[in-house]
Structures are given as C-alpha cells and as structure tokens.
C-alpha cells in the first residue's frame, strides 16, 4: 500500500504541489494514451489496466485540486488549483470524446472477464458515447469546447460564492433573544453597532433565535444575496452551455443527459418524482404553515406571511412551547469538542474501525488528521477542517482526496465545515454527522482493483443515502449522552431527547417544500433556460412552499449546489427515501449485527454495483416509499 499523501509545508511547494504534480500526472495519462494506441496486442483485461491507469491519474488531478481551490489560504494557490481543475476536467472530456480509443475499447472481448472488469468495460462504452466518441469530428471538437467551459463557468460560480462574503450592521438590541456566548463573541464596535456576517456561524444562531426580525431579515437577505451580481452574468451561459452540449449530443435536455447513468434515468422521471414528493407533503406542510403563521402574529400582528428569515426562529420558538425543548438548553450539551469525540467514538464502534490522531503537514493549521485503522491495519486517512475563515468554502461537504485503488493507493478524504469553536446547535451536529458518512464512504469504499468504483461512486442520486442514514444516530438518547454533557459533566437527558424528537417531526413537511423549492429550481432552471433567472426562481419556490422568499433577493446565485448537482437537487429526497427504508434494516442503531451488515452491503462495495441492488442485498427486498411517508406524517 503507498503511503498517504505528503503534504507541503511552504508556500512555494504548495504551488508545485498544486500545479506542476497536477500537470506531470496529466502528461503520464497522455503517455498511457500513446501505449493503448500502439498497435500491440493486448487482452481485454490488459488494455483495461492500462485505462485504469489513465483514470487514477486524472482523478487524483482533480480531486486534489478540487479540495485545495475550495480551502487553502493563499489565494495562489487556489488559483493554481482552479486552473488544475480546468486542466483536469478537459482532459476528461478530451479522452472520452477520443473516436480512436473508443474504438479500442468497442473491439475488446468482454468473454472470460469478472464481473467487475466487465462492469468497467461497459460503463467506459457508455461513457464514451456520453462524450461523443461516436460523432463526427466536427462535433467531437465542439464537445469538448463546451466540456471546458462549463468548467470553467463552474468554477467561476462556485469562487464567487466562497468569496462572497458579507457584512450587516446592526444596533446592539438588535441581538434581542441571542445566547449570552454568541453576544459576547460579538463586541459593540466604535461606532456603536454589531458585525455580523454571512458565515454559518452567525447566520444559523440569528435564524433561530433572534427576537428582532429586523434583524433576521437583514442577514437573510445578505446570505441569500451571496455572489450576486456577479453570478448574474455567469449562470444564464452556464446553463446555455450545458443546453448546448445536451442538444449536441441527442439528448432532449440537460436533466437527461445528467440522469442517464442515475437512479431516475430520465428528466421525466425527475418531474413525476417532484410531483410525489408535493404530494407527500402537501397537507401536513399546510397546516405547519398555519400555525407558524398565527405564531408569528403574536409578535408581529401585521404580518402576511412567514418568510425564510422567520421559519427556523419560528420553529425554534414552538418547539420550546409545544415540546418543552429549549434550543439553549440543549446548545448547553454539545460543545464541540465532545462532539467531534462522540462522532468519532459511534462511527468507529458502528463500522469496527479506529480513529489514530496523525500529526502531518496539511494545507491549514485547523486542519485535525486522523488514520484509521481496521484490524490494526490502517485502512484510510482522513483530514477534518471544521471551523470557517475567510476564502474559505463556506458550506459543509466531503471533498475526496485519493481514490482507494486496492495494494496501491489508501484511500484519503476531507471534510470541509463552518462550525463554531464552543457551543453547537442540534442541527449542526446533525450536519456533522451526515457529512461525516460520507467521509466514512470513501474510506470503507475505497478497497477497490478499479478507480471507477472507489469511495462513493454509486449512482449520484443514491450517493446521499448513506449520509442521510446516519443524520438518524443524532437523535438516538444512547448516542447522544455518551458524548453531550453540559459543564458540570452531566449528560443530556433522556427526556429532552425524547421531546426533541418528538419536536424535529413538526415543521418537517415545511422544511421537506423547501427542499422541493431548491429541486424544482436546480430542475427548472436547466430544462426551461428561463431569461428572468430571479422570476423563474422566485415562481418556483412560490409553488413549492407557503414559506416566501425575501423579495428582492436572489437565491440562484448562492445556490452552490447548481454547479456540482446540476439539474438534480433532487438527488436529496429521492435519497432519503432510501435512507428512511435503510434504517428499517438495523434491529437498533448500535446493533453490531445490523451495522456490520450494512457496511459490508452498502459501504464497502463502492460503485461495484447498482445501488438498487446493494439496498436490496441489505433490506433482502427493494427499496419502497413506506418509511418516508411515515416520516413526513411525523410517525
């Protein structure tokens, strides 16, 4: 097994780390494209050998590019990154638009290969007609142009949102309702007013429990304005591109084309989807809003509507009436160091695994490393950079770092975070933890002989599942006083956990139409190209939820998610409709029976297999809707 990899420790080796290693891996592939097309006899196996070669090159171009453009702290270096990315991503379209390889690879004889090789073979078909091999040259050419520019419109997106970084002012009784901490942490200024900013650890604390809604309003509106207006002039030919490259190559739109090796298959499948989903939710999500609506009237009687700067403190405040569950009380519990060890702790005792603190060289002195081992063998290493700074990624996401490739490559992946140093809110450590399983994805997936299958590389509409799945473990009262104590060492009570879950059911409808809002968008946006991006976006969020947008904001261009998910926000909900059917599997959550079970038929075997047939190797059935409309009912 080689060695995890050796970060630098200067600025200037930062910069060969972070473009000359990218471009000496990009020029390897290309020789290894030379030797397939020598002429020389190979078998089948051999020649996918060589393919699998070529693809851990470019992946591991991209993937440590990927991370660093998204967090180092020296601007050069992410631009150098980005620029890798780019560099990176053309080199993919390039090779799967190549008419000559894929001829080679349509001439091998798939007779005598296991089924794995025979899973490669056939995807890289697929693929290859996914990227025009099969056209004219012409057509080839104009594949791949579209192919980089869409990189780098998307790279372009994302910088301006992890850029975007804002700033409101308010009067000191502005923080009417805050916990005493956060007051503190924010000191009245010279000229008699308080910072806050767009960070999640402000934004999420103001949400939930700031009384002046003025207050939530202004900050709101500031995070929903984030990169506006300079994605403004970047989305409308993102989606122009993507739309081209669609009709290009036969698809009717981009949602076909992005669904075709996913779980829905089709842009229809995705509609009729969002279509269930309303459903679903319709009724139990209008009788949330009419009661967060006379809520809101209590302290504000003029008001028409409950807005997105009103739903979470609204929901905060009647589960604390309705539940006697107190968010400050249970902030009380979750220091963030007891947390990062409980999550530690109930991950390794669910998969058998263990953490070992490293002390190595990463790209920022926050960054926390850990190897983790299974059987005394070290299996993975992952790197945990949790708390927010300025030019950094400012959402939470598992970045992989190194595909797992079986004796030769360990598996490596970061989780990149905003979390507050002291006190964490519930939600938040339940981000921590679905983040969390897909950073354990990619680590017991990553045993694998071929790079397409490493980590989490199932059907993108599937890869949510196994995240959302371990969201449950965080309100679990077993799981939860193992690690949330408050000061004086006691843990949270049984009780309170029971109210809390018995709370997060009211108000789930809502916030599930607010997750159809973003799908709808992320959907809409790329099949109807509408000219009005704001109107569009406005309309579609409109008929997905009663809870208004700010008017005069402009979501769609902080909205992260359209670079990397495209069209297919949807991806969220049809996951956890899996996630829900999943955990019907497990005899209890820390059951050691169900838990090696469901590592050794969900997590371990990668992309090595369909998902639909993973879920039914551990359910022993396929996967239904029955537990995720109990869980919309509350039940």
């Known amino acids: 097994m080689t060695e995890p990899i050796a970060f630098p420790t200067t600025s200037a080796d930062w910069l060969t780390f972070a473009g000359t290693r990218s471009d000496d891996r990009l020029a390897h592939a290309d020789e290894l494209v030379a030797v397939l097309k020598d002429g020389a006899q190979r078998t089948t196996l051999e020649t996918l050998a060589i393919w699998n070669d070529i693809r851990l090159d470019v992946h591991r171009v991209l993937a440590e590019a990927e991370v660093l453009s998204e967090v180092h702290p020296d601007r050069e270096v992410r631009e150098a990154a980005e620029a890798r990315v780019a560099a990176g991503e053309a080199k993919s379209a390039e090779l799967m638009a190549d008419a000559e390889l894929a001829a080679i690879f349509a001439a091998t004889d798939p007779e005598g290969l296991d089924a794995g090789a025979a899973r490669v ?149 995705v509609a009729s989807f969002l279509d269930e989903v309303d459903e679903a939710s319709a009724a139990a999500s209008a009788r949330e809003y009419d009661l967060l609506l006379a809520r809101l009237r209590e302290e504000e009687p003029d008001a028409e509507a409950v807005t997105a700067a009103d739903q979470l403190y609204l929901l905060t405040r009647m589960h604390a009436e309705r ?106 450590v339940q981000t921590f933890f679905h983040e969390f399983g897909h950073l354990v994805h990619e680590i017991l997936g ?63 409808a809502l916030l599930v139409r607010t997750q159809l809002g973003h799908a709808r968008v992320s959907y809409h946006l790329h099949v109807d190209r509408p000219a009005d991006l704001a109107a569009a976006t406005d309309h579609w969020y409109e008929v997905s939820t009663p809870v208004t947008r700010l008017p005069g904001t402009h979501h769609y261009a902080g909205f992260g998610h359209l670079t990397g998910y495209g069209s297919c926000y949807y991806t969220y909900q049809w996951s956890l409709v899996i996630a829900r059917d999943l955990l019907t599997g497990f005899t209890g959550l820390l059951d050691p029976g169900s838990a090696a079970r469901y590592r050794r038929e969900i997590l371990e075997p990668g992309g090595s297999r369909d998902a639909a047939d993973l879920v039914e190797s551990f359910l022993g059935r396929p996967f239904t809707v029955d537990a995720y409309r109990e869980y919309l009912s509350g039940r």
């Open 121 to 269: 073979r056939d995807h890289l078909l697929r693929d290859f007609r996914r990227g025009g091999a099969d056209r004219a040259e012409a057509t080839r050419e104009k594949a791949r142009e579209l192919a980089a520019r869409d990189s780098d419109l998307s790279l372009a997106f994302s910088r301006n949102i992890r850029e975007g970084r804002r700033e409101i002012r308010v009067a000191p009784e502005g923080l009417a309702g805050m916990p005493e901490d956060f007051v503190a942490q924010h000191p009245v200024g010279d000229d008699g007013l308080v910072v806050l900013s767009t960070d999640a650890t402000d934004v999420m604390p103001v949400s939930n429990y700031a009384s002046d809604r003025a207050t939530r309003i202004a900050l709101t509106a500031a995070r929903a304005d984030l990169a506006w207006p300079e994605n403004d002039a970047v989305l409308p030919e993102l989606l122009d591109v993507r739309q081209q490259r669609a009709d290009l190559l036969g698809y009717g739109n981009w949602s076909d084309y992005e669904t075709e090796d996913r779980m829905a298959g089709s842009s229809a499948r």
């Open 446 to 508: 990553g045993d694998q002989e071929w790079v397409a299958f490493s980590g989490v590389a199932t059907e993108w509409d599937f890869v949510e599942a196994p995240s959302q799945m371990l969201e449950e473990w965080v309100w679990d009262a077993e799981v939860l006083q193992a690690f949330a104590l408050n000061d004086a060492g006691e843990p949270i009570p049984g009780g309170l956990v029971e109210r809390m879950r018995e709370a997060d059911a009211f108000g789930r």
């Open 323 to 428: 539940f006697a569950v107190d968010s400050q009380e249970v902030r009380s519990y979750l220091a963030f160091d007891r947390v990062l060890g409980g999550l530690l702790a109930t991950t390794a005792r669910l998969f058998g695994i263990v953490y070992v603190p490293v002390d190595v060289p990463t790209w920022h002195e926050d960054v926390r490393s850990y190897d983790v081992l299974r059987d005394g063998a070290r299996i993975g290493r992952i790197h945990l950079d949790l708390h927010p700074r300025e030019g950094k990624f400012n959402h939470a996401a598992c970045f992989g770092l190194a595909p797992g490739l079986r004796g030769r490559v360990l598996p490596e992946a970061g989780l990149v975070c905003n979390f507050p140093t002291g006190l964490m809110e519930h939600r938040q």
